[in-house]
Every structure is written in structure tokens, then in C-alpha cells.
């Protein structure tokens, strides 16, 4: 790749043709069959149209071995190849964003079926272009006998065991006997998965993944199960392959209604709409709620909803005519570092980031972009005056997940992680088995400090409105503020004097800190900051010992009784509480007039099931089963799915099952829905 420059024109269409054929091959072997990309997608594609338009300007320049003439895809060694009963195609891409993408796919779909302008829209099936891998399963009598990635259309990889670690993809569909049902759909990562996966993958040091997409192509094509078991998968079905014995619905509407109702799992955000418009208004509606969606998607797919028209279409080489895939704004793009700043957190973190020449992803301009700690930006090796790809999606902090090495220009240096704070000037250090560097500077910090200030302010803890980064930065910066207290003693005078400040709204924040004084335990709690102490910890905490100097006071050993509070969170609380400055700070928030209602834990609710674990099976005489499971939590009992050596009690009604057996096998105590009520009663 070294030698070859991806962006430079070259005159000859003969030579230009060459390179991006070279490249183009370069970087389908790199996505396909090492689900390892170099290039964003929309810059692939840009290369991959430049090549087409070349063709199609120049046909004599078109050689049978061009990308552009077949679907790449290369079966790895070691998984067996499958011929597809029925070809699995690729839809035709619109990547005009704008309404106009829909409205030219309808005009096409018209004209192809050559109706009059005055004869009613076309129907269409509308449903989101989720961004993962194409799977085939293939059930025979109702049971998953074969499931096969999608290769290059014609043969793909057998991965059947892969498949079956993904709980959402049922073994055996309810109640459909057909002789071959062949369903497709997209095996995807949610976000939030994956998020936590690289969050892992983070804090072992180990290499983080690149997105959604690619960490689940690779995971369906490990060899060994057992890993692809680790890397959380899901499935949505879309469309249809071989079928025998099965009558097809008459619309692609009703034959997803039948996949949901065989137990498949199919996406809720899919319409049926009429016409063009109806089109682009689910484009738009879904344009909206894009960043809010759980998982990636790079754009919708229209069909055409009666499976008789899209008969009558029928298909060009490779893509049927009743389909087109309408694109949104890529998530990933290109762009430069122009520098690399470390940024002070409110507990002294460290964190690298680079500060990048504007680029539009994601629907948004970005302009930094989160390094993470040393580790990460070292393993990354990312320099400025790097070419680097940026990826945003969802409301998840943008991040330069890939540097382009041959667009690297000479001399830039590695990035090194300061030994002193950049803001206060103490020692920077890490310590051992974290990845992160850390000021030691404390409150002294005043980044710590501000950032502190600012955690005590937000809306989830003291609520004190108007009091953003702009006034905390006046208020540190001036030093009228160094500690939460001094909030509270602020005077109309210091705040009229700062910065655009005019004493209505000083009178404002006034009133505003005025109100933050009566709240609750668990709002102060997390508004204080405590490392590891997030908001549902602090809700846990306040629940279990009633007032602030039960928790100030409590040992170890009893902090660990908290759900959710585990050796980590117990120790730091520990830790902040036994340091006397923060005792004091404590002190003079409440001589201050802060204050919340308090419970000695004795008036607590009764939570008579407390620690015991249940699974429940069978039907029960009088209770549903999810009735059953809500009142055992409610009564502070967990409920598993499974009987194992841990389960207290299993719960069984009538026609009680292998649940039932193996409770009986471990020894586990089978009780009935009167003894469970008998035991709330005690409680
Ligand atoms: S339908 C003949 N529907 O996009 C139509 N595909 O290039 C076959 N995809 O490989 C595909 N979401 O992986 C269809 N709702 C959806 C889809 C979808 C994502 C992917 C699929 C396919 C590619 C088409």
C-alpha cells in the first residue's frame, strides 16, 4: 500500500483504473476476510464509485477480475463452505441522503412496472439498514440445522456453532413444521455491548475493537465457540431464502409479522407507507432517532411490499429491483489531528485528546475526540498531522478508532503522556494495574476542583441551576470559590462582579443555590463525588443505612452488605470519608442549611427475602408467573433462570418441568405460590 496515494487524481484513466483496483482489492481483503478495515466505509465506497464511473466512461478499461464485477468475500481456512439453496443478493445503494435518494427510487420502481403517472403509490415495506453481518439460517421441520454467513453471494462459510451462543436466535421456530424454511436477517453488536466490551478489552490492556460491525463479523468467524460466546451478538430477520412446505405471506409487511410471531426476532421500527413520500417521511422519522437507537445503522431499506410486484421486478445482475438501501451520513470519516491535549477530570484523570480539523460524522461537525488514557492513544499510535478515521455514533463520545500510516507525514512524534498535571503542575502518575495517569494534585487542582463543582451542580445530584462551566471556570479562576461550601457563601457583590454577569442573573444562581439546599440523601451523596460512586450506588447506599452519618460511619464489612457495592466501591468510600477535609466539608455543607430527609434503616421497608435467590416454573394456582417474579423482588429476592446450587428456592406450580427435576437432583427446597406468600407475610 506504501507507495500507491489514495486521493490524488491520476490523468490516465488506464493508470487511474489500475491503482484503484489495486486498492480496492487491498481493502475488501482487509474488511471481508480480516474484518480488519484500514478505510472507512464511505471513503471504500468513494473509490469503489470513482472505479465504476471509470468503467462506464471507458468500458474498454473494464477487466472481468474488476472489483466492480463481483461480491467480494473469501471463505476463511478453516470454516467449511455452503452453497446457497438461493443466491443471497446486495440491494442497490442510494447515497443521495436527501428525500430526492427515495423519490428516484420510486420513480425507477414506477417505471419499471410502467405505471401511469395518475395510478395509485406503490406500497412499500420501510425498515432500518442495520450495520452487522447477512446470516442464512436454515430450519428444517422447525429446528436450526444450518446457519451460513453470506460469502460472495453464491457460497458462504458454514457457522452454525457460532450462531447458536446468540440467545436471541431461537433453535427451533414455534410452531412452523415446514419442510426448508430459510430465514434472513443481520447478526449486529449492540452498542451498548460493545461499549462494554472494548471498555474490558480497555482495562486489560488488551486492543480495542473497531466498531460494532466489524467486532461481530469477526466473532461469527472465530473458530472456536466459546470466544464468540464472550462477544455478545444479536439478530434481527429481514427476508426469506429457500422455502418448501411453508406458504409465503403476500406482503413483506405480513411475512415479518409471521417471522416475530415463530419466536425471530424482528425489528419494531419497520412501516408499511405509500409511495415516495411515504418514503422519506420514515427516512426522516428515523433520521431523528438515529443517535437514540441502541444499535447502528447506516441507513433504511425500502421494498416494495406485495411479493407479487416485486416478482414482477425481478432482479438486474445482482440486485432485485424492488429494493434500494437509502443512506444516512456516514458514521466514520477521515480527518487530521491538528494536536493532542490532555484534559483534568473531576478525580484527577488524565485523559488525551485530539483535537481535530472539523469533519461532519455522525449528523454532527466534530472537532476532539477521546484518546482514552496513554495505553490506548500508544496502541494506537496516533501523532499529530495524522490522517486518522473518526468514528460517532449514537450520543457515545467520538473516537479516532484507526490512523492511516502511509499518509503519515515525516518527523511527527509519539505521543507521551505529561509527568505533570498540565494544569496544576503536580506529579502525574499511574499507578499500578490501572491504565490511567491521575493528578495527585487533589483540591489543589483546580481543574479537579471545577470539575468537582460542576459534578456537584448537575441536574442528577444538587440540581443548582445555571451554575455551568463557564461561571465555575470565573469562580476557581478568581479563586472567590475553592470548596463546595464556598458556594453557599457566595454574596450578590462577588457574583455581580465577574464576567457577564448582570445582578439579575447573580440573583438567579443565588436562588438557584438557595433551592439546592433541601434534597435528598442520595443526590448529595453522589453529588459529592466519591470515586466509584455513581448515582444508583448512592440511591442503594441511602436505601440500606437511612442517614448520611450511618454511611460516614459504617465499616467496611457492613458497606459491602450495599447491593452493588462490592470490595472497590467499599474501600473508596472508606477511603474519602476517613480523610478529615472531607468530614469537614461535610460539616459546613449542613452548617450551611443543606439538608434531606433521613430514616434510621430499622423504618425501612421489610425486605423479607433479602439475599435469597428463586427460580420460579410451572403454573401457579392463582399468581402469573411474571406477578410472582416481581413480588419476590419487591420483597428484595432475586429471581434466576436457571436451578443451581445457589438457587434458595424453586418456586413450582403445576406441570412443573426439568426445572422441577433438577431441584429435586441438587437438593434445592421446592416450595408452592401459598408457602411464597407466607413467607412475604412474615417478612
Ligand atoms: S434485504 C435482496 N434488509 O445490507 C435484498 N438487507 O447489500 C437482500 N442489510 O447483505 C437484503 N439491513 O447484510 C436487507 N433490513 C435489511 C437490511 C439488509 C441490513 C444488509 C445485508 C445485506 C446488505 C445489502
Known sequence: MDTMDLFSADPDPAERAAVLRAQLQHHAHRYYVLDDPELPDAEYDRLFQELQALE??????????????????????GLTPVRHAVPMLSIDTETDTTPEGARNFDIRVRNALKLAEDAPPVEYAAELKFDGLAMNLRY??????????????ETGEDVTQNVRTIGQIPLRLQGVDAEVLEVRGEVYMRRDDFERLNEKQRERGDKTFINPRNTAAGAIRQLDP???????LSFFAYGLGEVSGWTVPPTHGALLDAFAAMGLPVCADRAVVLGAEGLVAFHAAMGAKRDSLPFDIDGIVYKVNALALQQQLGFKTR????????????????????????????????TPVAKLAPVFVGGVTVTNATLHNELEARRKDVRVG???IV??????????????????????????MPTQCPVCGSAAVREEGEADHRCTGGLFCSAQRKQALLHFAQRRALDIEGLGDKLVDQLVDADVVRTLPDLYRLGLNAL????????????????ALEKSKQTTLPRFLFGLGIRHVGEATAKA?????????????APLEQLVEVDDVGPVVAQSLRTFFDQAHNREVVEQLRACGLSWPEGAPAERAPTPLSGLTFVVTGTLPTLGREDAKALIETAGGKVAGSVSKKTHYLLAGAEAGSKLAKAQELGVPVIDEARLLAMLAAG
Open 391 to 416: 468514528r460517532r455514533a449514537g450520543d457515545v463520545i467520538p473516537e479516532v478508532v484507526g490512523v492511516l500510516a502511509d499518509k503519515r507525514p515525516a518527523g511527527a512524534s509519539e505521543f507521551t
Open 541 to 553: 447506599l441511602a436505601r440500606h443505612f437511612g442517614s448520611l452519618d450511618a454511611v460516614m460511619d
Open 319 to 350: 440486485e432485485p429491483r424492488w429494493a434500494v438501501a437509502h443512506k444516512y451520513p456516514a458514521q466514520e470519516q477521515l480527518t487530521t489531528v491538528l494536536a493532542i491535549d490532555v484534559q483534568v477530570g473531576r478525580t484527577g484523570k488524565l
Open 496 to 511: 455581580a462582579t465577574l464576567d457577564r454577569m448582570a445582578d439579575k442573573s447573580a440573583q438567579n444562581v443565588l436562588e
Open 140 to 153: 428444517e421441520r422447525g429446528v436450526l440445522v444450518l446457519a451460513a454467513t453470506r460469502g460472495d453471494g
Open 386 to 388: 495524522d490522517t486518522v
Open 226 to 232: 466459546a470466544l464468540v460466546a464472550q462477544r455478545p
Open 56 to 77: 462506464a466512461e471507458h468500458p474498454e478499461l473494464l477487466t472481468p477480475d474488476s472489483p466492480t464485477q463481483r461480491v467480494l468475500g473469501k471463505v476463511l481456512d
